[in-house]
């Protein structure tokens, strides 16, 4: 469990920043988490700050919901570059579904906690093809603190780390639930991959 490194500390010289990532697949608990350290900032009297992609309306239009049914009020964003302008004054900044913004939210990022705030990511790290999603991997590597979360695989009930797409869509971004995706480990991600391919040709 993740615990924070000085969380309601203030330091002589101003508060001090950083980043955290909270990367994985599908149904692997990552707005969970994020909601979890959020719901902790605010207990501790921290003044908090959470935004999502206008998108990602699946379950509601401004809340961050996971998928057990876990809520948090949040901001719907069309741009990165809106969280700079709405951000104010506040010590703690929340961004989920990360994955679906431009490669400019790795510069909002860097830009918040360069500022003193200390920003929590929550995003895919990878897509419904296994490749590295969006501005993640980037996200990744600028951050000071990365949490990789994992969910229990579908077909074999091990651990895993990729989301197998149900549908025959190729689009990159699709939002969806169980109807689908599904968690898979890596061999059960492979062989859908290869079973698609010969269904294809």
Same mark, same amino acid.
């Given at each position: 469990m993740f615990i924070e490194p000085h969380l309601g500390s203030r330091r002589e010289? *101003?508060?001090? *920043?950083?980043?955290e990532v909270i990367a994985g697949c599908m149904f692997s608990g990552k707005t969970e988490e994020l909601i979890r350290r959020l719901n902790r900032a605010i207990i501790a009297r921290q003044k908090v700050e959470i935004f999502k992609p206008v998108i990602d309306k699946r379950y509601h239009h401004e809340q961050i919901v996971s998928h057990n049914a876990n809520s948090?009020?949040?901001?719907?964003v069309n741009f990165a570059s809106?969280?700079? %302008? %709405?951000? *104010?004054?506040?010590?703690v900044v929340g961004i989920d579904e990360a994955q679906f913004f431009d490669d400019a939210i790795i510069e909002v990022c860097n830009t918040l906690a360069n500022g003193g705030k200390r920003v929590i990511v929550a995003g895919l790290d990878m897509d419904y093809e296994g490749k590295p999603f969006g501005?993640?991997?980037? %996200?990744?590597a600028v951050a000071e603190f990365v949490t990789k979360v994992h969910a229990i695989c579908a077909q074999t009930g091990e651990l895993a780390s990729f989301s197998f797409r149900l549908?025959?869509?190729?689009q990159q971004v699709m939002l969806g639930e169980r109807k689908e995706y599904e968690a898979r480990n890596r061999q059960s991600f492979m062989e859908g991959m290869?079973?698609?391919?010969?269904t294809d040709l």
């Open positions: 010289h *101003g508060r001090v *920043g950083w980043i948090i009020r949040s901001t719907p809106d969280i700079l %302008l %709405l951000a *104010g004054d506040c010590e501005p993640m991997p980037n %996200l990744l549908t025959a869509s190729e290869k079973k698609r391919k010969k």
